[in-house]
């Protein structure tokens, strides 16, 4: 047998594998969802990983358990917030072994579009409190990020709070922004993954998930499988929309 290719990558996280032996059962949350059923491990080999499905195949869940299990507040944050707002997290990352690389980020943060109006609440709150460091909102820009729109508060975040080489999560970025936003998005995506950084990104955007040097991971029936770019359902549909506008709607509308 030829010896395994030497491993090349820098990141932080190399390896998910899923302890089934210890899985109480695979008919209940979140061991139920089918791709989490079938899963036996996934490589982190490129510096960007993108989850993409359709919604419920389990993009969340995956990279809450992933975020927690490297020590993320699993509502979002950076390592240091370990607010709650939420009971119950799923129990996955419990049944994950993570296989992590000697080199210890510098920084990490775990971003999801659907707490992120929380981690905004607790940075205002922390910055309340007497303290010696320099109050927390200066890492995001300096304004409150509730006086922001979300689009700009969480640009504000990835200009300013992200410095790597860090461990990044994030679900759904692209929610708040608009396309042109998106596409600044990309450029700063890649001085960090230049700069050492690793991304875990679940993401609806054909935008996004054009980054060249990314893995594109498929939740949907059976295990989690690779995606070239230009196969996913997110680049196909939008392409055929955007070139055949009018005889789409022709159809959607009309039939
Ligand atoms: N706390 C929960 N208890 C039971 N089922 C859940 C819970 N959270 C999510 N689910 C279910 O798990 C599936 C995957 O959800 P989720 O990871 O949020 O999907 P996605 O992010 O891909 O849209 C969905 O069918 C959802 O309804
Ligand atoms: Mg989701």
């Known amino acids: 047998m030829a010896p395994a290719p030497a491993f090349r990558s820098s990141n932080f996280l190399v390896r998910a594998t899923l302890l089934r032996d210890r899985v109480p059962s695979f008919r209940e949350y979140p061991f139920d969802i089918p791709a989490i059923r079938d899963f036996e491990a996934l490589d982190f080999e490129q510096p960007v990983t993108f989850f993409v499905g359709e919604n419920g195949s389990g ?31 799923s129990p996955l990352k419990d049944y994950l072994r993570l296989a992590r690389a000697l080199r ?8 999801r579009a659907e707490s992120y109006f929380n981690v905004a609440t607790q940075i205002e709150k922390l910055d309340e409190e007497p303290a010696l460091t320099p109050p927390i909102i200066n890492a995001y820009g300096g304004r409150s990020l509730h006086e922001q729109s979300h689009g700009e508060s969480f640009f504000a975040l990835f200009l300013n709070r992200l410095r790597g080489p860090g461990f990044y999560v994030f679900d759904e970025p692209e929610a708040a922004l608009s396309p042109s936003r998106q ?11 230049q700069g050492g950084s690793q991304f875990i990104i679940a993401t609806h955007s054909p935008i996004l998930m054009a980054y060249p040097q990314a893995a594109i991971y498929l939740l949907d029936d059976g295990a989690p499988s690779l995606v070239p770019y230009r196969e996913t359902e997110h680049y196909r549909v ?8 009018g005889q789409m709607l022709d159809i959607l509308l009309n039939e």
Request: aromatic content about 10%; cysteine-free; overall charge positive.
């Open 104 to 111: 210890r980020a510098r920084d990490s943060y775990f971003l």
């Open 59 to 89: 993009k969340s869940t995956l990279v809450e358990a992933i975020a927690a299990g490297m020590g993320l507040n699993p509502e979002g944050g950076s390592r240091h917030f370990n607010f709650s707002t939420r009971a119950s997290h």
């Open 183 to 193: 596409l600044a998005f990309l450029s700063r995506l890649h001085e960090l993954v």
């Open 238 to 245: 939008t392409r055929q929309f955007l070139t055949r506008t």
